[in-house]
């Protein structure tokens, strides 16, 4: 078997290749630490024997330097972090991931051990795919990347179908696969690929009572969030701040102000000048703009912000470039904007931006995890926890509200695999993000009820030993976390909403709320330091106590000293983009240029005429995603062209998210030159 790996960003600062026998390892850098020729990449051990390219960022770097000079009289031969990979698994051999913090993805060969090694970052923040072509393994930072050394994609339609894409290793395209976080891919002496896991999230036993005071874990939290933020400050090029009107950005940029303010310097010397801030803005009436809020932010502050205003037409303008970017669809509009917003940052001349991702995930943000807090008490923390009576018509309350956002059915779609990940309602919930797709029907199963369902996708993603410790030992919404984090932070928020957009523009994005120190550390906190009840008075008649919840608890009180009030106070809005638009507006007539029947049928897995709408998940019906009976009687019986129409002329958000998503498809066959997908009676043909 021969190796081929490209570690690229789109925008190449320098291209270099290194050819070793059958392995070749290619590298477009982008240079943030060491600017100089000794920083360039493929990066090579003393003896020329171990080789490798490197995508991120590695941080602690001054410790981990002297260490492996100290212990291993290594000869560095620059400044770049990148080197720190050599350095370490000289000392530590494979085990010198371990070894490792920061975000990263990358290839190392060791040329007289014959081993080759193909390694992601814990959370995923670094794409990294893999394939097998005549005997070759091709490994990329991007799928696109696999095209210039021969591979040919064709449509993974049972991916599609089932939604695993959304979940797990698969991804769109037949027999590419992503590397997992926390995992690495072993060839030895030419062979077989292995991949073996290197890390994993862990929660407390939640039969343990919690020892530790609230101020102490609260101060925890503190002091590692500021270490993280600390670390992601260094870089030989200009480093700002991505702010939103949350508590997540906010907090980044209050901290990155409050270590400026005690000599912590941020970027080179006299590059970065002042602190700056960059967010972007929607329609003010559209409810979903919180540039007004992030404006507020940063003048408390006294640092400069820049606003990229993303109006209809800058959507449209858009879509096509951001969908290629993401390599997959998404049922949200939003993965545009962050891919503008990193236009802006490059055109202000920063390389470098720290972001709030992965907080949510970490800290229990988002409404979908409350039912599953609420399933059992927290015995580990002596906190005044709710009486069973309240606890009990609580969790019903959260239960039923969720069940009609989402339209979610009373039965579980698979029982086995809902008991498996701890009767937790939070993958069902997830499986509902993408809107089911008219599929042809001969790609659908003869029997739904045995077909595996998404919540199967989610069961086959996690390992034996943590579903058993999902079922018995972990409280809900610590399965919840586990779950989300597992699954849809990288394959969906990390990649459309992350890397793929910065790294579009030349632009590194650095997650401080990621840094497994810090996560670690907030994994072990109870439940009740994640989502706080707050009991009221009776309410109104005295049929009982009014009960509020207050998400990512811990983290504001954490982060209290360097955010507004209004921040510390402000509840969860998740980043979306609007999802109504003018009919004949621009994204309107976007939609019926790119949707056509002749585009559609293109796909091959795809009806024209919706006969039935399934995909993409548990085979959900089309509709009320907020509620109300949107969707539902609208889709069977029409084209694709009419639910354009119907999209925009009646504001159906449901249908609008089918829309840009099939539209999406279109786009990414197109631009991959996508072979159509022959369909016969029995399934794929060809």
């Given amino acids: 078997m021969r190796w081929s790996s490209t570690i690229n960003a789109v925008v190449t600062e320098t291209t270099d290749l290194a050819d070793i026998l059958n392995t070749a390892l290619g590298h477009n850098r982008l240079s943030i630490n060491d600017l100089t020729p000794a920083g360039h990449q493929p990066l090579h051990n003393e003896k020329q024997t171990v080789h490798a390219v490197v995508n991120g960022e590695i941080y602690d770097y001054d410790r981990l330097r002297t260490e492996m000079v100290e212990k291993e009289d290594y000869q560095f031969q620059g400044r770049s972090d990148c080197e720190l990979v050599l350095a370490l698994y000289q000392c530590y051999g494979t085990a010198f991931v371990s070894h490792l913090r920061g975000e990263f993805a990358l290839c190392l060969y060791d040329a007289e051990r014959e081993l080759f090694l193909a390694v992601r970052d814990r959370y995923g923040i670094k794409p990294l795919f893999w394939t097998v072509l005549d005997r070759e393994l091709l490994v990329a930072a991007e799928m696109k990347a696999l095209r210039p050394l021969g591979w040919e994609p064709e449509w993974n339609v049972k991916a599609i179908v089932d939604g695993s894409f959304q979940i797990g290793q698969t991804t769109i395209f037949k027999d590419v696969q992503k590397v997992q976080p926390g995992h690495m891919l072993i060839s030895r002496h030419f062979g077989p690929v292995q991949e073996q896991q290197y890390w994993d999230m862990e929660f407390p036993n939640k039969?343990?009572?919690?020892?530790?005071?609230?101020?102490?874990?609260?101060?925890?939290?503190r002091s590692r969030l500021l270490d993280a933020i600390r670390l992601r400050l260094r870089a030989d090029v200009k480093v700002g701040i991505a702010l939103s009107g949350g508590i997540d950005s906010s907090a980044v940029a209050g901290m990155v102000n409050h270590l400026l303010r005690q000599g912590e310097k941020i970027g080179g010397d006299a590059i970065t000048e002042r602190l700056s801030c960059f967010g972007i803005a929607f329609d003010e009436d559209s409810g979903f703009d919180e540039s007004a809020t992030a404006n507020r932010t940063?003048?408390?502050?006294?640092?400069?912000?820049?606003?990229?205003?993303?109006?209809?037409?800058?959507?449209?303008?858009?879509?096509?470039?951001?969908?290629?970017?993401?390599?997959?669809?998404?049922?949200?509009?939003?993965?545009?904007?962050?891919?503008?917003l990193s236009d802006l940052v490059r055109e202000q001349g920063f390389r470098v931006i720290l972001n709030g991702q992965g907080s949510d995930e970490i800290f229990a943000g988002y409404n979908i995890f409350l039912a599953d807090y609420?399933?059992?008490?927290?015995?580990?923390?002596?906190?005044?926890?709710?009486?069973?009576?309240?606890?009990?018509?609580?969790?019903?309350?959260?239960h039923a509200a969720?069940?009609?956002?989402?339209?979610?059915?009373?039965?579980?779609?698979?029982?086995?695999?809902?008991?498996?990940?701890?009767?937790?309602?939070?993958?069902?919930?997830?499986?509902?993000?993408?809107?089911?797709?008219?599929?042809?029907?001969?790609?659908?199963?003869?029997?739904?009820?045995?077909h595996p369902t998404a919540q199967n996708a989610y069961v086959e993603?996690?390992?034996?030993?943590?579903?058993?410790q999902m079922s018995s030992q972990w409280q809900p919404l610590h399965t919840a976390l586990y779950t989300f984090t597992k699954t849809h932070l990288d394959n969906l928020i990390l990649s459309n909403l992350g890397d793929r957009g910065e790294m579009a523009h030349s632009i590194e994005g650095r997650t401080p709320f990621l840094d497994h120190h810090l996560t670690q550390y907030v994994n072990g906190l109870p439940p009740s330091m994640k989502i706080r009840a707050m009991v009221g008075e009776s309410t109104e008649g005295g049929m009982g106590e009014e009960v509020q919840y207050v998400e990512k608890y811990v983290l504001r009180e954490a982060v209290r000293p360097f955010v507004t009030n209004e921040i510390y106070a402000k509840r969860k809005h998740p980043y979306s983009a609007p999802l109504r638009y003018p009919v004949n507006g621009p994204l309107h007539r976007l939609m019926k240029r790119v949707v056509t029947r002749e585009n559609v049928e293109g796909l091959g897995f795809l009806l024209w005429k919706c006969e039935s709408v399934n995909g993409g998940g548990d085979g959900k019906e089309l509709g009320r995603g907020d509620g109300r009976e949107e969707g539902v009687g609208v889709v069977e019986g029409r084209t694709l062209g009419e639910l354009v129409d119907i999209a925009f002329t009646e504001g159906d958000k449901e249908v609008f998210k089918l829309v840009i998503c099939v539209a999406q498809w279109v786009v990414l066959g197109k631009r991959f030159g996508v072979r159509k997908t022959v369909v016969g009676e029995k399934g794929v043909v060809a």
Wanted: proline content about 14%; hydrophobic content about 40%; charged content about 20%.
């Fill in 298 to 340: 940063a003048k408390y502050l006294g640092v400069k912000f820049h606003k990229k205003y993303m109006d209809e037409q800058a959507l449209a303008d858009y879509f096509d470039d951001a969908t290629w970017v993401c390599e997959q669809p998404n049922p949200d509009l939003n993965f545009i904007g962050l891919y503008a």
């Fill in 207 to 221: 039969m343990i009572r919690e020892i530790r005071s609230e101020t102490e874990m609260i101060e925890g939290v």
């Fill in 374 to 398: 609420l399933r059992e008490p927290d015995t580990a923390f002596p906190v005044p926890n709710l009486p069973p009576n309240i606890l009990a018509a609580e969790a019903k309350k959260a």
């Fill in 461 to 468: 993603a996690i390992s034996p030993p943590i579903l058993y």
């Fill in 402 to 450: 969720l069940r009609t956002q989402f339209s979610i059915p009373s039965a579980p779609a698979s029982p086995l695999a809902y008991r498996l990940l701890g009767s937790t309602l939070a993958p069902t919930l997830m499986t509902r993000a993408f809107p089911s797709l008219p599929i042809h029907p001969s790609l659908l199963p003869p029997h739904p009820t045995k």
